[in-house]
C-alpha cells in the first residue's frame, strides 16, 4: 500500500550541531517530494521541496536528499539553532495533476542549548 | 495578515451537534484541501476541491461535508459531530501547476465530548 514513514520519532540534537531525518517512502511512482515543518500550535510550514528527477536540493541551511533506489528521503539542517525545534513532516505526492500528498509521521527535533 | 486563515482557531462542543470550520485565503490558488490531524498520525485528507464547481472526497470522508463557496473560500461541516472526530483540523491551498507545494492555515482544533 501507499505509506511514508518516519525512522525516528525524535531526534535529540545539540545546538550548532547538523540534523538529520530520515523518512521511508512506499509508492514508486511517487514524484513530487516535501518537508514540513510544525511547530506547536501552528500549521505545516514548506520548508523545502524536491522532484522525483533529482537526488538533491539544497535550501538555506537545509538539504534534501532523495535516494528513489531505496525509496528514502532525508532531510538535513546545518547548524541547527533552538528555532529549528519543531515536528518535521515528508510528504510524497501521489497523485500526480491532483497534487494530492500523503504524510509521514513526523519527528520531533529537539535541540538542546 | 496569514494567507490561509481557519475559524474558529479552537471549539468545543457536543456530541450530535452540527459544527463548522471555515477557510479563506488570499493566496489566489484555484485548489483548496482539508485534513485532519491526530496523534501519531500524519495528515489525513478530508476532501479537495480544484475550483468552486469541483470537489472530490479524500480517503476519511464518511462523517463530513464540505461548500467551496467561492475561489478564495472552502468550509468543512461535521452534520453530526461524533466524540471521534476530535482532532486537528487544517485547510491547505495550493497553486494550478504542478510541482508546488501545499500551504497551509494554522489550524482548528475540535474537542467533541
Known amino acids: 500500500g501507499e505509506s511514508v514513514g518516519l525512522h525516528l520519532p525524535t531526534l535529540s540534537v545539540q545546538e550548532g550541531d547538523n540534523s538529520i531525518i530520515n523518512c521511508a517512502y512506499s509508492?514508486?511512482?511517487?514524484?513530487?517530494f516535501i518537508w514540513y515543518k510544525q511547530e506547536s500550535g501552528k500549521g505545516p510550514q514548506f520548508i523545502i521541496d524536491?522532484?522525483?528527477?533529482?537526488d538533491k536540493r539544497q535550501g538555506q541551511r537545509v538539504t534534501v536528499l532523495l535516494n528513489k533506489t531505496v525509496k528514502h528521503l532525508s532531510l538535513q539542517i546545518a547548524a541547527t539553532q533552538p528555532g529549528d525545534s519543531a515536528v518535521y513532516f515528508c510528504?510524497?505526492?501521489?497523485?500526480?495533476?491532483?497534487?494530492?500528498?500523503?504524510f509521514g509521521t513526523g519527528t520531533l527535533l529537539a535541540v538542546q542549548p | 495578515d496569514a494567507d490561509v486563515t481557519q475559524t474558529p482557531r479552537n471549539r468545543i462542543t457536543k456530541t450530535g451537534k452540527r459544527i463548522m470550520l471555515e477557510c479563506s485565503q488570499t493566496?489566489?490558488?484555484?485548489?483548496m484541501y482539508w485534513y485532519r490531524q491526530d496523534p501519531g498520525l500524519g495528515l489525513r485528507l478530508i476532501y479537495y476541491?480544484?475550483?468552486?464547481?469541483?470537489?472530490n472526497k479524500g480517503e476519511i470522508s464518511d462523517g463530513y461535508s464540505v461548500s467551496r463557496q467561492a475561489q478564495a473560500k472552502f468550509s468543512l461541516s461535521l452534520e453530526s459531530a461524533i466524540p471521534n472526530q476530535t482532532a486537528l483540523y487544517f485547510c491547505?491551498?495550493?497553486?494550478?501547476?504542478?510541482?508546488?507545494?501545499?500551504?497551509f492555515g494554522d489550524g482548528t482544533r475540535l474537542s467533541i465530548l
Open positions: 476541491s480544484f475550483d468552486v464547481k469541483d470537489i
Open positions: 510528504a510524497e505526492r501521489v497523485g500526480g495533476a491532483t497534487n494530492k500528498l500523503i
Open positions: 524536491i522532484r522525483s528527477n533529482m
Open positions: 509508492n514508486s511512482a511517487s514524484d513530487y
Open positions: 491547505a491551498t495550493s497553486d494550478l501547476y504542478s510541482n508546488q507545494p501545499q500551504h
Open positions: 493566496k489566489g490558488h484555484d485548489r
